[in-house]
């Protein structure tokens, strides 16, 4: 996963089986030949199981001094952690911890302004980031689900989605800093959906094999766009 840098050096992340994280810095290493490769690497353990997960936080960064990044890194068992990185890979070290040892990992996640959402099996995990050493960190009960396969936030109406496999559409509203299932905005939602699909073919087909890929929000807020089988 590549970090968002501006003008400073790309960074890319990678997590090992074997709970250590990589990051590589990128940069023109022969001018001449304009090209591309490693100018510096930052090698860290920051779990106890497989890395499953990473995501970049570029709001939260602002919190901290300009020479560093904030990255998100999941476990297998669970763990989730927030690591502060040196923009120049010379260290990294624990912001704050926010999710303890419960073997369920992260599956899917949305990054907004100064909000992070995880979900796992079962549960949504809503993390504001406005301070980033001590996060408020609330947890919405999502009851028995498939796997889910994606989040989406779409900041301008306080709202996230997150869709399953097998096509189940999970609406999240946030009212007065609260964040709170919406279900009566759930199945409106999917039917709508399922109607797109089906306008979009001059065929018949079998609407229990409808799997779910993927979501977007666009920019404005108005469009919800998704991919599915």
């Known amino acids: 996963m590549a970090a968002p840098h501006g003008d400073a050096m790309p960074v890319v992340a990678c997590g090992s089986m ?14 001449d030949a304009d090209t591309i490769g490693s100018t510096s690497v930052l090698n860290f353990a920051a779990c106890r199981s497989a890395v499953s997960y990473l995501a970049w936080l570029p709001d939260a960064q602002r919190q901290n001094p300009a020479d560093m990044c904030v990255l998100a890194v999941g476990a297998a068992d669970g763990t989730v952690q927030l690591w502060g990185v040196a923009r120049d890979l010379s260290q990294a070290s624990v ?29 949504v995990i809503t993390i504001d980031l406005r301070d980033i050493h001590n996060p408020t960190v609330q947890s919405v009960a999502l009851g028995v689900t498939q796997t889910i396969v994606t989040c989406v936030i779409d900041e301008r109406r306080d709202r996230a989605y997150i869709g399953t496999y097998n096509f189940e559409i999970i609406v999240l509203g946030r009212q007065n800093g609260q964040w709170h299932r919406a279900t009566e905005e759930e199945t409106p939602l999917r039917e709508a959906m399922k109607k797109t699909i089906v306008r979009s073919f001059t065929t018949k087909f079998n609407m229990q094999r409808l799997f779910l890929r993927g979501m977007m929000v666009s920019q404005n807020g108005r469009y919800l766009t998704f991919v599915a089988e």
């Not at 074997?18 to 001018?31: F, I, Q």
């Not at 949305?110 to 796992?120: M, P």
């Open 18 to 31: 074997g709970g250590s994280v990589s990051l590589v810095g990128l940069g023109v290493t022969d001018e």
């Open 95 to 123: 912001l704050s911890t926010i999710c303890e040892r419960d073997w369920r990992p992260v599956t899917a996640h949305g990054v907004g302004k100064d909000l992070l959402i995880l979900v796992k099996l079962g549960q």
